[in-house]
């Protein structure tokens, strides 16, 4: 048997042994190839030198080559080996092929050690493939790190393409490549000090444990932040421009500023003396240069004014020198090269900066991205505007002469989408504002993603990040990628929970935003629980034969509760910051309603200088409803208003026919459908109700929001708060001889607008006159029986005409809601908020009532100064007047709350889960003098001249004559699954 050995082990060069009788030479070179070893070692270009017998027996030897063996491997498969070699059974042996087969199993960097040997057999040549796999990865641990987490140190590894992961092949290099990225994410961290020695352990077979000892040492602090040469700002100043060192305080507050360092990075010290130099250029001074900053580790030392005692750790201080120069004026923006746009104002008018100001650069960056921007508009994707500065040191001027390569016009090739395996393409690209063949348009891609991602079919798309563009500039045109990630587009589930409105409530939904992948959306929902029961069917058709016109249909049947006391009852065990006299004075009923909703809108694609997307619309709403009172107070109202002609009384609360007409104009550059980050909405719609029904009125509603991306307490594109607003105004009113009804009169309070107060307790108060049926009792407090020789008669009853304090609602209201969310982890967010509302009655003759429906009050007797026989005599007519008026006090009250909420978005309801505490600043708090029906004289001589009639006098004047007390409540403490805006 002759043997031949290829071998290489990790570390060294490739061993190359004979079995000749001349003691072999072992050769070993690092990185050089099989061909270069040999011919060194050997003195001979030739790859296989053998012995004087195998030199006679080789005219004779087989050089058919049998099936490769592979003796060693654990984790990779044989297969996966043989698949590597060139050199395959029945192939002739050729030595330089076995080279090659060495060389292709090594570049796979899975082994230590591998060797190729030789074995000549009577039938054929066997090659014997040894092989040592490197080590996996089967542990990686941190001992001793504290200032970052795993995960920061997983997340730093990702960023900086570390391939450092359990079940990975072990390679020394990579474990210095993550020595070094760690060291640098420690200093990041205030640790420069930091020692990390990596041990390695062997766990057999074949894997190793790999710990990180860390010794982080002292932190270092951001210490003394000082300048040289800056006579013209202040070292408050430059230091207030250094974002990332610069202590933490509060801003100009001169003493307070400076409160807690900031941890030194090195890092980032460069950054900050940038931001130092653009703080001149932004107050004129173009030519300053900041000199390398200068840093100095120190013993922390001194007294810590929190603690006390001692200072520890190390502080570092930066001096940074600086030769300020002259301030300059800006002279003129000139431009040359500029071919498509001719029009030097339209150019101009980018940039915000005025001549004779100032030279700000940070004014005049943006106004060269608005020219890019402008440019990018008309097709011209690599425009380039190179300024060129000219100084007029005489008078102080700077000149900037942008040199402008507009390149050519770029026209849309091709428009591409990748992940949409529902969603058909159609679809897609009925929202782009670009179609393939039409010059490129920056602004109308902008905002064919904004449309995209307010369908919400997929996850939130960027324009930087998920579209692509492969320019051919030699044809002038441009492929657009689009990669989108589709949402589910089936919602099957159980939602429920608590809220002011509907109380406690749980249901079964289906809905489905991408109906066969066609955009349609069919929605299924019912809900039943203590205040709200409902059912609809609803299905929408975003593109009406294949017209932008949107089509909406929807039947439900509901009822609702409308009664504030029974509804925080049900969620905290009590009627909420009312008592029972309160609850009284609210307007408590149901209403049963079933209908349907007919609904046409269609985006005004036009109006792009809005950057946003616009859409007209109207809706068709027929309902059937019918209202059940739950106290006196409610039913007064709801059967003496007039809002239905010709009927009063019990009557006019079953029938109610309603026939809307809605016209709407809706605006939106939200950069998503649910929570919102940037961009802002508005919304109006106006309703109609008259063409048909039996009600007439009209309601306008108007509502903006806006939204911004928040860093601290600055706007910046970066940020991951957000700051949100909203604005809304609401009005309605009767026409045609009718007020409005009562059920659709504005009450506000609750989660919805202003959370802490009661929901739907924000409103106006009126007095309402009612007929009560008054006991004549004796001073002992027993009753005056019509007839003593009878009992089964009754007692003596006196008709007194009275007044009730119910809350009436307003025609109008004015809503004000900022909110500060910080997003905490994934679908929980912690928020600031404050809430302004004012409710009120600004048409009194809104408050007209049904002349049938008061003469059932006005036409009875009352009093009962006589009493002969079981009957009155002696009664008296009262004139009630048509209008109701408002309680003084109530109408013009403003509301506000302010405070914090934690809000966390539930898995399976799929809505927000808020615990709140609102403080309320402005409520109203007063006593309200009671009004009597008539004067005191006349009240007086409703009674009986005698004793009993005295004592229920008295009793009735405590009763009905007494003030009454209104007090909202001055904090709030609730839970709730809802939302405001």
Same mark, same amino acid.
């Given at each position: 048997?002759?043997?031949?050995?290829?071998?290489?082990?990790?570390?060294?060069?490739?061993?190359?042994?004979?079995?000749?009788?001349?003691?072999?030479?072992?050769?070993?070179?690092?990185?050089?190839?099989?061909?270069?070893?040999?011919?060194?070692?050997?003195?001979?270009?030739?790859?296989?030198?053998?012995?004087?017998?195998?030199?006679?027996?080789?005219?004779?030897?087989?050089?058919?080559?049998?099936?490769?063996?592979?003796?060693?491997?654990?984790?990779?498969?044989?297969?996966?080996?043989?698949?590597?070699?060139?050199?395959?059974?029945?192939?002739?042996?050729?030595?330089?092929?076995?080279?090659?087969?060495?060389?292709?199993?090594?570049?796979?960097?899975?082994?230590?050690?591998?060797?190729?040997?030789?074995?000549?057999?009577?039938?054929?040549?066997?090659?014997?493939?040894?092989?040592?796999?490197?080590?996996?990865?089967?542990?990686?641990?941190?001992?001793?790190?504290?200032?970052?987490?795993?995960?920061?140190?997983?997340?730093?590894?990702?960023?900086?393409?570390?391939?450092?992961?359990?079940?990975?092949?072990?390679?020394?290099?990579?474990?210095?490549?993550?020595?070094?990225?760690?060291?640098?994410?420690?200093?990041?961290?205030?640790?420069?000090?930091?020692?990390?020695?990596?041990?390695?352990?062997?766990?057999?077979?074949?894997?190793?444990?790999?710990?990180?000892?860390?010794?982080?040492?002292?932190?270092?602090?951001?210490?003394?932040?000082?300048?040289?040469?800056?006579?013209?700002?202040?070292?408050?100043?430059?230091?207030?421009?250094?974002?990332?060192?610069?202590?933490?305080?509060?801003?100009?507050?001169?003493?307070?500023?400076?409160?807690?360092?900031?941890?030194?990075? %090195?890092?980032?010290?460069?950054?900050?003396?940038?931001?130092?130099?653009?703080?001149?250029?932004?107050?004129?001074?173009?030519?300053?240069?900041?000199?390398?900053?200068?840093?100095?580790?120190?013993?922390?030392?001194?007294?810590?004014?929190?603690?006390?005692?001692?200072?520890?750790?190390?502080?570092?201080?930066?001096?940074?020198?600086?030769?300020?120069?002259?301030?300059?004026?800006?002279?003129?923006?000139?431009?040359?090269?500029?071919?498509?746009?001719?029009?030097?104002?339209?150019?101009?008018?980018?940039?915000?900066?005025?001549?004779?100001?100032?030279?700000?650069?940070?004014?005049?960056?943006?106004?060269?991205?608005?020219?890019?921007?402008?440019?990018?508009?008309?097709?011209?994707?690599?425009?380039?505007?190179?300024?060129?500065?000219?100084?007029?040191?005489?008078?102080?001027?700077?000149?900037?002469?942008?040199?402008?390569?507009?390149?050519?016009?770029?026209?849309?090739?091709?428009?591409?989408?990748?992940?949409?395996?529902?969603?058909?393409?159609?679809?897609?690209?009925?929202?782009?504002?670009?179609?393939?063949?039409?010059?490129?348009?920056?602004?109308?891609?902008?905002?064919?993603?904004?449309?995209?991602?307010?369908?919400?079919?997929?996850?939130?798309?960027?324009?930087?990040?998920?579209?692509?563009?492969?320019?051919?500039?030699?044809?002038?045109?441009?492929?657009?990628?689009?990669?989108?990630?589709?949402?589910?587009?089936?919602?099957?589930?159980?939602?429920?929970?608590?809220?002011?409105?509907?109380?406690?409530?749980?249901?079964?939904?289906?809905?489905?935003?991408?109906?066969?992948?066609?955009?349609?959306?069919?929605?299924?929902?019912?809900?039943?629980?203590?205040?709200?029961?409902?059912?609809?069917?609803?299905?929408?058709?975003?593109?009406?034969?294949?017209?932008?016109?949107?089509?909406?249909?929807?039947?439900?049947?509901?009822?609702?509760?409308?009664?504030?006391?029974?509804?925080?009852?049900?969620?905290?065990?009590?009627?909420?910051?009312?008592?029972?006299?309160?609850?009284?004075?609210?307007?408590?009923?149901?209403?049963?309603?079933?209908?349907?909703?007919?609904?046409?809108?269609?985006?005004?694609?036009?109006?792009?200088?809005?950057?946003?997307?616009?859409?007209?619309?109207?809706?068709?709403?027929?309902?059937?409803?019918?209202?059940?009172?739950?106290?006196?107070?409610?039913?007064?109202?709801?059967?003496?208003?007039?809002?239905?002609?010709?009927?009063?009384?019990?009557?006019?609360?079953?029938?109610?026919?309603?026939?809307?007409?809605?016209?709407?104009?809706?605006?939106?550059?939200?950069?998503?459908?649910?929570?919102?980050?940037?961009?802002?909405?508005?919304?109006?719609?106006?309703?109609?109700?008259?063409?048909?029904?039996?009600?007439?009125?009209?309601?306008?509603?108007?509502?903006?929001?806006?939204?911004?991306?928040?860093?601290?307490?600055?706007?910046?594109?970066?940020?991951?708060?957000?700051?949100?607003?909203?604005?809304?105004?609401?009005?309605?009113?009767?026409?045609?001889?009718?007020?409005?009804?009562?059920?659709?009169?504005?009450?506000?309070?609750?989660?919805?607008?202003?959370?802490?107060?009661?929901?739907?307790?924000?409103?106006?108060?009126?007095?309402?006159?009612?007929?009560?049926?008054?006991?004549?009792?004796?001073?002992?407090?027993?009753?005056?029986?019509?007839?003593?020789?009878?009992?089964?008669?009754?007692?003596?009853?006196?008709?007194?005409?009275?007044?009730?304090?119910?809350?009436?609602?307003?025609?109008?209201?004015?809503?004000?809601?900022?909110?500060?969310?910080?997003?905490?982890?994934?679908?929980?967010?912690?928020?600031?908020?404050?809430?302004?509302?004012?409710?009120?009655?600004?048409?009194?003759?809104?408050?007209?009532?049904?002349?049938?429906?008061?003469?059932?009050?006005?036409?009875?007797?009352?009093?009962?100064?006589?009493?002969?026989?079981?009957?009155?005599?002696?009664?008296?007519?009262?004139?009630?007047?048509?209008?109701?008026?408002?309680?003084?006090?109530?109408?013009?009250?403003?509301?506000?709350?302010?405070?914090?909420?934690?809000?966390?978005?539930?898995?399976?309801?799929?809505?927000?889960?808020?615990?709140?505490?609102?403080?309320? %600043?402005?409520?109203?708090?007063?006593?309200?003098?009671?009004?009597?029906?008539?004067?005191?004289?006349?009240?007086?001589?409703?009674?009986?001249?005698?004793?009993?009639?005295?004592?229920?006098?008295?009793?009735?004047?405590?009763?009905?004559?007494?003030?009454?007390?209104?007090?909202?409540?001055?904090?709030?403490?609730?839970?709730?699954?809802?939302?405001?805006?």
């Amino acid at each position: 048997m002759r043997i031949f050995t290829v071998k290489r082990e990790s570390g060294s060069s490739l061993n190359h042994q004979t079995t000749t009788p001349v003691r072999p030479r072992l050769c070993r070179f690092r990185h050089a190839s099989a061909f270069a070893v040999l011919a060194i070692c050997t003195g001979s270009a030739s790859f296989l030198t053998v012995s004087a017998e195998a030199q006679a027996a080789a005219p004779g030897s087989p050089q058919a080559l049998c099936q490769p063996q592979v003796i060693g491997n654990r984790r990779i498969p044989k297969e996966s080996v043989l698949a590597r070699l060139f050199s395959h059974q029945g192939d002739l042996y050729d030595a330089a092929l076995v080279e090659r087969d060495f060389n292709s199993l090594w570049n796979t960097g899975y082994f230590d050690d591998i060797h190729i040997e030789r074995a000549d057999t009577p039938a054929c040549v066997q090659l014997i493939v040894v092989v040592r796999e490197k080590p996996t990865i089967r542990e990686i641990n941190y001992k001793g790190v504290n200032a970052v987490s795993q995960s920061d140190i997983l997340d730093r590894f990702k960023k900086a393409k570390v391939p450092l992961t359990v079940e990975s092949q072990y390679d020394p290099t990579k474990i210095k490549r993550a020595e070094v990225v760690l060291a640098e994410l420690l200093g990041e961290h205030g640790h420069q000090f930091a020692v990390i020695k990596t041990e390695v352990k062997n766990i057999p077979p074949a894997a190793v444990a790999i710990t990180f000892n860390v010794k982080e040492g002292p932190t270092v602090k951001v210490g003394k932040i000082e300048f040289t040469g800056n006579e013209n700002l202040s070292d408050r100043t430059l230091r207030a421009a250094m974002k990332n060192l610069k202590p933490i305080g509060i801003p100009h507050s001169i003493i307070l500023e400076n409160l807690f360092a900031k941890t030194f990075d %090195a890092s980032k010290l460069d950054e900050d003396t940038e931001r130092v130099r653009q703080a001149y250029r932004e107050r004129g001074y173009f030519k300053v240069i900041p000199s390398e900053a200068q840093s100095k580790v120190r013993d922390a030392g001194g007294l810590n004014p929190f603690t006390l005692r001692p200072s520890t750790g190390k502080r570092a201080d930066i001096l940074i020198p600086i030769e300020e120069g002259a301030r300059y004026k800006l002279g003129g923006i000139n431009f040359t090269g500029n071919k498509a746009v001719t029009n030097l104002k339209v150019l101009r008018a980018q940039f915000a900066q005025k001549d004779g100001e100032y030279f700000n650069a940070t004014k005049f960056g943006e106004g060269i991205k608005a020219l890019q921007k402008a440019y990018g508009q008309l097709g011209y994707i690599n425009f380039v505007g190179q300024p060129v500065p000219r100084f007029d040191e005489a008078k102080k001027l700077i000149y900037l002469d942008i040199d402008i390569d507009e390149g050519k016009p770029f026209y849309v090739s091709r428009i591409e989408f990748t992940g949409n395996t529902i969603t058909r393409d159609k679809v897609i690209r009925r929202e782009l504002l670009l179609e393939e063949g039409q010059i490129y348009n920056s602004q109308l891609w902008d905002l064919s993603i904004l449309r995209l991602n307010q369908l919400n079919y997929f996850e939130a798309l960027k324009a930087d990040q998920d579209s692509e563009s492969r320019q051919n500039a030699d044809e002038g045109t441009v492929d657009l990628l689009l990669k989108l990630k589709e949402k589910g587009k089936n919602s099957i589930g159980l939602n429920g929970g608590i809220s002011g409105n509907s109380g406690t409530f749980i249901g079964l939904n289906y809905e489905t935003n991408n109906f066969l992948g066609l955009g349609e959306t069919l929605s299924v929902q019912a809900n039943v629980g203590d205040l709200s029961r409902n059912l609809s069917l609803g299905f929408t058709e975003p593109y009406l034969r294949n017209k932008p016109i949107s089509l909406g249909v929807q039947v439900f049947t509901s009822k609702y509760d409308y009664n504030p006391a029974k509804s925080y009852g049900i969620s905290n065990s009590a009627s909420a910051n009312l008592t029972a006299a309160q609850t009284s004075q609210l307007t408590n009923y149901n209403t049963s309603t079933t209908g349907l909703t007919v609904s046409l809108s269609e985006p005004l694609r036009h109006l792009f200088a809005l950057k946003g997307v616009t859409r007209v619309g109207v809706s068709f709403a027929l309902s059937r409803s019918s209202i059940s009172t739950f106290n006196d107070n409610t039913r007064n109202v709801f059967q003496s208003l007039a809002f239905r002609s010709g009927v009063a009384g019990q009557n006019q609360l079953s029938g109610i026919i309603t026939s809307v007409i809605s016209p709407s104009f809706t605006f939106s550059s939200l950069d998503r459908g649910v929570g919102p980050h940037n961009g802002k909405d508005f919304n109006a719609t106006f309703q109609i109700a008259g063409a048909g029904g039996n009600v007439k009125y009209i309601r306008p509603v108007v509502s903006y929001r806006q939204f911004f991306p928040m860093k601290g307490l600055r706007v910046s594109r970066e940020g991951h708060n957000v700051l949100g607003y909203r604005l809304q105004f609401a009005h309605i009113e009767g026409f045609g001889g009718e007020v409005a009804p009562p059920a659709d009169r504005i009450y506000t309070g609750g989660e919805a607008d202003v959370r802490g107060f009661d929901v739907r307790s924000s409103s106006p108060y009126t007095f309402i006159p009612n007929k009560v049926e008054f006991n004549l009792t004796n001073p002992d407090g027993t009753l005056v029986p019509r007839d003593p020789t009878n009992p089964t008669l009754g007692n003596v009853q006196i008709p007194l005409p009275i007044y009730r304090l119910v809350s009436i609602g307003g025609d109008t209201s004015f809503t004000a809601n900022v909110e500060y969310r910080i997003p905490i982890a994934n679908q929980v967010t912690f928020a600031f908020f404050n809430d302004f509302g004012m409710t009120m009655d600004l048409l009194p003759g809104q408050l007209r009532q049904n002349a049938a429906g008061l003469s059932t009050i006005s036409s009875p007797l009352y009093g009962c100064p006589t009493f002969v026989n079981g009957a009155c005599f002696g009664g008296k007519k009262v004139e009630f007047p048509l209008q109701l008026n408002n309680v003084p006090f109530t109408n013009y009250v403003p509301r506000m709350s302010t405070g914090a909420e934690l809000q966390v978005i539930l898995p399976i309801v799929n809505a927000p889960f808020r615990l709140y505490y609102a403080y309320n %600043a402005l409520r109203l708090y007063r006593d309200v003098p009671q009004q009597l029906a008539v004067d005191d004289a006349t009240f007086r001589s409703f009674f009986p001249n005698s004793g009993a009639g005295l004592f229920s006098y008295q009793q009735a004047l405590q009763y009905y004559g007494a003030n009454y007390t209104l007090r909202e409540p001055r904090k709030t403490f609730r839970l709730s699954v809802s939302t405001t805006f």
